[in-house]
């Protein structure tokens, strides 16, 4: 069975290994076969070689780069554009309904804005918030689930001073027109510290209303397994900020605190439910490498910092590893890290080949990883959005199913499109061959990508025309089908991939 197996640039973040680029296509199983990242000399932490990384399902796989194709097919037929900008260090933001959202300002502003019109104002009414200091400040903004009923919203923010020390708080309140009301405090994750920085802070509802808060290890690890803090933890309260009788460790054990959910996480950024499975999914920040993404179940421990995938900013490793007993794995990491934001989980019309794909935001990758999610494994990872080469703070799929994404430099952007080529190519009989070539194999073959034969150069198929079709078609039915670019074509058939090489073939300069 033909394979494709890559090396390739890691792209994005700290762009190591920029350059080194090949092709393999040998037989063997059906999976994608990754080789060594080329080693780079020079005393900078690279992460471990792509090697040896098929674990099995459910483990996770090393970033190791993407392809050099993608640029091309990024928001193939679709349209980015600017929605509003002028926001100050922007960090959060929520839809409210179909013509506005709740965007929150690192320091300390709340602004309701009007997307039609752009135009935003401040809430006011706001509680203290902690500003002065590093990471401090208004992070992360969510609805109660009956918002439009009761104008219920929730922010997470640092609270305190350099006497008392910081903390993460969770405010509630109503939110009346411009103006907060009923403002009270449901959380503080104790203990106050004196460091500035991993205050964590994503918010989450589930569907039966309980309130998820992911909170950071502020800088000192043991807090994060210390079953008695709430920091380095995932928090799960009833909606008015009570702990629920049904936590995992509620009459289990009194050495956990009860409003802990899960333990051992580091500094999360986003949270998300995949509403279609009740899966909840987490994004965190790991020292140097090891940006994770994880699937948070009740009372499972993270590992930090036991086991992590990263290292320290000296290049000494941490902790006993990458696993162990009694720790839950992340669904997928980062090596190098991305520096990851909120996640965001895609289901809607628009982009249907992204179907069930997470989105994770990447600042100093400045782009959207899109990791592609099947039967709850990761089968391929790569970048997209990247010509927005900024650091992206939120992403949020809207009610007509575009996808809206904040930059820290204070816009927000929407990619969308009027429908799926292929979808719509279907509708009106139009999958033939060259129809699939152009919109899916083109952005190889017709990409100048390294190591690929291309449609433009006949001398890359004097050898491969001596072949019989059969073996052609095979070979690319077998190496499509084990490619990130299936995502461009799902439901691609073995006949429309054969029709699509005979059109390439008709197409080979003679
Ligand atoms: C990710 C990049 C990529 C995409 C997308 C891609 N191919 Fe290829 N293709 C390759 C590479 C690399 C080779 C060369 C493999 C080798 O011979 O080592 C190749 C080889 C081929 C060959 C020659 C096979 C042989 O036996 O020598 C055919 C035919 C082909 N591709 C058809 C297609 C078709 C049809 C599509 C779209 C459905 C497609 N490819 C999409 C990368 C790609």
């Known amino acids: 069975m033909t394979v494709f197996a890559r090396t390739a640039a890691f792209g994005i973040g700290m762009c190591l290994l920029g350059g080194a680029m090949s092709y393999l296509y040998f037989n063997n199983g059906a999976t994608v076969q990754r ?70 300002e690192f320091f300390g502003q709340l602004k309701r804005v009007n997307i039609e019109t752009g135009r935003s104002v401040d809430i006011t009414g706001l509680p203290e918030i902690a500003t002065g200091k590093a990471q401090a400040g208004l992070l992360d903004v969510a609805l109660h689930p009956q918002f439009a009923e009761n104008g219920l919203i929730y922010f997470s923010h640092a609270i305190g001073d350099d006497e008392t020390g910081y903390a993460l708080a969770v405010t509630m309140a109503e939110l009346r027109d411009d103006q907060l009301e009923q403002v009270k405090r449901i959380f503080v994750a104790l203990p106050y510290g004196t460091s500035g920085s991993n205050f964590g802070g994503a918010l989450m509802f589930d569907e039966e209303g309980y309130l998820f808060i992911a909170t950071g290890d502020r800088s ?66 790991g020292p140097m490498g090891g940006d994770e993404v994880n699937v948070i179940t009740a009372g499972k421990n993270y590992g930090w910092p036991i086991i992590t995938y990263g290292a320290n900013y000296t290049y000494k490793s941490i902790g006993e590893g990458t696993k162990k007993e009694g720790f839950e794995q992340p669904l997928y990491y980062y090596l190098p890290s991305i520096a990851v934001s909120p ?3 895609y289901h809607g019309d628009m982009f249907p080949e992204w179907e069930g794909d997470l989105l994770v935001g990447a600042l100093k990758g400045a782009a959207i990883s899109k990791l592609d999610l099947v039967d709850g494994r990761i089968e391929s990872e790569y970048k997209i959005l990247d010509e927005l080469n900024a650091r992206i703070r939120d992403i949020k799929v809207a009610s007509d199913s575009s996808i809206w994404i904040l930059l820290e430099t204070g816009s927000i952007y929407r990619l969308s499109r009027e429908s799926s080529p292929i979808e719509a190519a279907r509708e009106v009989g139009k999958r033939d061959g060259e129809y699939i070539y152009l919109t899916v194999c083109s952005s190889c073959h017709s990409q100048n990508a390294p190591g690929v034969p291309q449609i433009s150069n006949p001398a890359d198929w004097t050898a491969r025309l001596q072949k019989e079709r059969k073996e052609l078609y095979r070979n690319s039915i077998n190496g499509f089908n084990a490619m990130p670019e299936k995502g461009l074509c799902e439901d691609c058939t073995d006949k429309e991939v054969t029709r699509a090489v005979n059109f390439m073939l008709s197409r080979v300069k003679k």
């Open 35 to 104: 080789e060594a990242a080329p080693v780079v000399t020079g005393g900078r932490y690279n992460g471990p070689p792509c090697l040896d990384k098929k674990q099995g399902t459910g483990q996770p796989e090393p970033y190791c780069g993407d392809l050099p194709s993608l640029a091309a097919v990024n928001v193939r037929e679709a349209k980015l554009e600017e929605v509003v900008d002028g926001f100050r260090f922007p960090w959060a933001f929520e839809f409210i309904n179909d013509r506005e959202l709740l965007l929150t």
């Open 220 to 285: 000192i690890r043991s807090n994060s397994q210390h079953p008695g803090l709430l920091t380095g933890k995932v928090i799960r309260l009833n909606a008015d900020g009570t702990v629920p009788a049904d936590n995992p460790f509620v009459g289990k054990t009194d050495a956990v605190d009860p409003a802990i959910y899960a333990l051992g996480v580091r500094n999360p950024q986003g949270l998300v439910l995949d509403k279609s499975t009740g899966t909840i999914y987490e994004t965190e920040h």
């Open 343 to 345: 996640i965001e989980i």
